[in-house]
């Protein structure tokens, strides 16, 4: 009987300071959003958005950030404050994923954001498809709520992800060997 | 330029009711379950959990629903009450998947969630790569409290998904027409 090989989700997870230019064409874009936002999303309330930060953006993102970082982290040295400033600017490409919840619907609200996770693991596997390095990262400012306002995204909703894309300049991937022991737990009426 | 179909993440996610036995034999669900595990997991913990249902289990399973339901719901017709008890009947296999929540970890709660809706589509899309139907779907037990007791499961955590699967009768395909447009935003500080 079939089965599924361990490799099957396998993804090309190159570190960001090794994804280079080019990152993807507008119509490459285009096609893996548009692919990849084929997921559940009960009601089809597409509760999803995405800004693509090309590198412009990216100047005046970093500028935002570091601005934020200063206010809440005074007194570092030089050299963090300068690590920090770059961490937007390390790929070709950057996309930041924010969750775009209906919340009159009558879908609850975690399911909505659950849908986003779907979207964004899809996204993943549709920029590796086509040859593209993408990571899924966050850090502080995805739960920073002045940098949240910035991008008009307030409570409930969550910034999901920013997943830097570029072209790997080595091919390495995410291996991750788990076994179904891990994972499967017995239902707890047979305990 | 290579871009990718509109086709790419299309599911099988033909009704649960025309989802029919075999479902997938446990190796089946172990190499899809592990594979499908490779989803970004920030600092590798691993925070989600499957229960396999299987038919004993569902009926199980079923009965709680129901007790909950009447309590609930009183003083609903018995049609009602009887489809109720039928819909964790539905297919042969039926998965709960769950988050595993690890507080303590300095990685937030809601990255860790999100990395069960990853896992939760990767699952989608494994089924379906070795041929089986798969429909993730929740419904109030997911939000229950008495329900999700039974389960051990407590906030933060939160049942990701009850997912169904089993042979397809047809071959009934998701299929989102979405445009870029819809879903791409500028960034703020276009406007």
Redesign the interface.
């Known amino acids: ?11 090309l ?1 190159t570190p960001i300071d090794l994804l280079e230019s080019p990152g993807p ?1 507008d ?16 009601g ?1 309330l ?1 509760p ?6 090309d590198k412009a ?1 990216q100047k ?2 970093s500028e935002l950030r570091l601005k934020i970082y200063k206010i809440k982290y005074p007194n570092r040295e030089e050299s963090i404050y300068q690590a920090e400033g770059k961490k937007f600017l390390r790929s070709p490409t950057l996309l930041i994923v924010k969750s775009a919840v209906n919340i009159e619907s009558s879908i ?1 609200v ?2 909505q ?6 979207f ?3 996204l ?3 920029f590796n ?3 593209f390095g993408a990571k ?1 990262v ?1 850090g502080w400012p ?2 920073d709520s002045e940098f949240l306002a ?3 995204l307030k409570t409930p909703n ?1 910034l ?2 920013f997943i830097h894309i570029g072209t790997p300049k080595k091919n390495i991937y ?3 060997k ?3 022991k ?9 305990r």
């Open positions: 009987m079939t089965q599924l090989p361990n490799t099957f989700f396998r993804r997870a064409s119509q490459q874009l285009d096609s893996v959003i548009c692919a990849s936002a084929n997921v559940p999303d009960h089809n597409k999803w958005r995405i800004h693509v930060i953006e005046t993102l609850p975690a399911e954001i659950l849908s986003g996770g779907a964004c693991q899809n993943l596997l549709g498809a086509i040859g899924w966050t995805a739960y910035q991008l008009n969550q999901l992800a995410a291996d991750k788990i076994t179904a891990e994972i499967i737990e017995d239902f707890p009426s047979k």
